[in-house]
């Protein structure tokens, strides 16, 4: 194996004082020896293509007080606990003993650190000094890591394609999910919620236009009529009065000129109005259109996380007792917003999700299981057992 550390006269002792100070220093988040195990595992499984990630400048003065001198035993540190934690949320004493002790579990850490290692060129900005969740130091969690590499690799492949269908829905879809994790990063969790609706609204949409070339078109026009007024105070112009009054005199006599700016796209979705009756200009009647018409897929989530986002934009929620449930809540709302978003991109762009080796759509999708079995373990008895209440 590759010595990462450098060359003293007496290495083995130096190996050691270097392995007992990562003991001392994250012995209150990890086993200091399963910590130790899987640090090493790491660096002799990637052996001299670590410095394909991590580029270390050079010792200078200058970078010392600038702050440039990476420590990549500490981030790779960082990355294994966050990970293991991530892994252990509502485990109990013994399955962790079991874990720690299993080669299996160990070579499936070290390769998940690994993994993120690979992705830190769009990962590693966020996600390693701040708590994710109140009580945990580390934020290297496998999901929300995941969630970050995508939106920063989105953002790369649209500053190239800007000529894309949607791209206004991509870019936008980016930029609100990469907010939401930089508040879910900084514990504003209850903050997060307005976004996490809009990314709701923003998924539908682009469901339901991608492949229809009119509805696209119309949503585009009539975005770009809201910007006019928004930024610049224009009125409506005469050809959307028009089209306002026609609608509001045939179809729905009760309905507001913005809730058609926002909604009179779905006029050129197919037997729309013969499906939706009441309130068509409306996030509830597209989701109810959209499981009428895609039977293979279940809209539900979006009904009952949509009504949830609104309590929270309408400050009618009281912040969570156990932050974790939130972060659950989160977690599952960009997963299957803006990681479905990523995936109909590469779709179109005919990218094959992979990242120096790493194919991040099917982490994503690895991760976001695990995550929903822990959901599932999700009791007032093991909620107090994480916060030690």
Same mark, same amino acid.
């Given at each position: 194996m590759l010595?990462?550390?450098p060359e003293l006269p007496n290495m083995n002792a130096y190996k050691k004082e270097h392995d007992l100070a990562l003991r001392n220093i994250f012995k209150n988040e990890i086993k200091p020896n399963f910590l130790i195990k899987i640090y090493h595992k790491v660096l002799e499984i990637l052996d001299v293509d670590i410095f394909k990630y991590y580029q270390i400048p050079t010792p200078t003065i200058e970078n010392s007080i600038a702050g440039n001198m990476l420590n990549f035993d500490n981030d790779?540190?960082?990355?294994?606990?966050?990970?293991?934690?991530?892994?252990?949320?509502?485990a109990g004493d013994s399955e962790k003993r079991e874990k720690e002790n299993s080669d299996e579990y160990s070579k499936q850490i070290a390769n998940q650190t690994i993994e993120h290692i690979k992705l830190r060129e769009y990962g590693s900005s966020y996600f390693r000094q701040k708590q994710i969740i109140a009580g945990d130091r580390f934020i290297y969690f496998p999901l929300p890591y995941d969630l970050f590499v995508i939106?920063?690799?989105?953002?790369?492949?649209?500053?190239?394609?800007?000529?894309?269908?949607?791209?206004s829905i991509f870019a936008k879809t980016s930029n609100m999910a990469m907010?939401?994790?930089?508040?879910?990063?900084?514990?504003?969790?209850?903050?997060?919620?307005?976004?996490?609706?809009?990314?709701?609204?923003?998924?539908l949409t682009l469901f339901a236009v991608l492949e229809n070339?009119?509805?696209?078109?119309?949503?585009? &026009? !009539?975005?770009?009529?809201?910007?006019?007024?928004?930024?610049?105070? =224009?009125? *409506?112009?005469?050809?959307?009065?028009d089209l306002y009054y026609n609608i =509001?005199?045939? =179809?729905?006599?009760?309905?507001?000129?913005h809730q058609y700016l926002?909604?009179?796209?779905?006029?050129?979705?197919?037997? *729309?109005?013969?499906i939706v009756k009441e309130n068509p200009y409306t996030i509830s009647s597209l989701i109810y259109y959209l499981e009428k018409t895609n039977s293979d897929m279940d809209f539900k989530f979006f009904t009952d996380y949509y009504k949830i986002c609104n309590s929270y934009v309408h400050a009618n929620t009281l912040t969570y007792q156990y932050p974790l449930?939130?972060?659950?809540?989160?977690?599952?709302?960009?997963?299957?917003?803006?990681?479905?978003?990523?995936? &109909?991109?590469?779709?179109?762009? =005919? !990218?094959?999700g992979i990242i120096n080796g790493v194919n991040i759509l099917e982490k994503s999708i690895f991760d976001y299981k695990v995550v929903l079995l822990q959901h599932d373990k999700i009791t007032p008895e093991n909620l107090n057992k994480y916060y030690n209440i």
């Open positions: 010595s990462v550390l790779i540190c960082k990355m294994i606990i966050g990970i293991h934690k991530s892994n252990m949320i509502f939106c920063m690799k989105m953002n790369d492949l649209l500053k190239n394609n800007q000529n894309i269908p949607c791209f907010s939401a994790l930089s508040l879910l990063e900084d514990n504003f969790l209850d903050n997060a919620y307005p976004l996490c609706r809009g990314l709701i609204e923003l998924y070339k009119n509805a696209l078109k119309k949503y585009i &026009d !009539f975005s770009k009529i809201e910007a006019e007024i928004s930024r610049h105070g =224009k009125d *409506y112009p005469k050809e959307f009065y =509001k005199e045939t =179809k729905d006599k009760n309905l507001q000129i926002h909604f009179g796209w779905v006029d050129e979705l197919k037997n *729309y109005h013969k449930s939130a972060y659950f809540e989160i977690i599952t709302m960009l997963s299957l917003t803006l990681g479905r978003s990523f995936e &109909d991109l590469c779709g179109l762009l =005919k !990218f094959d």
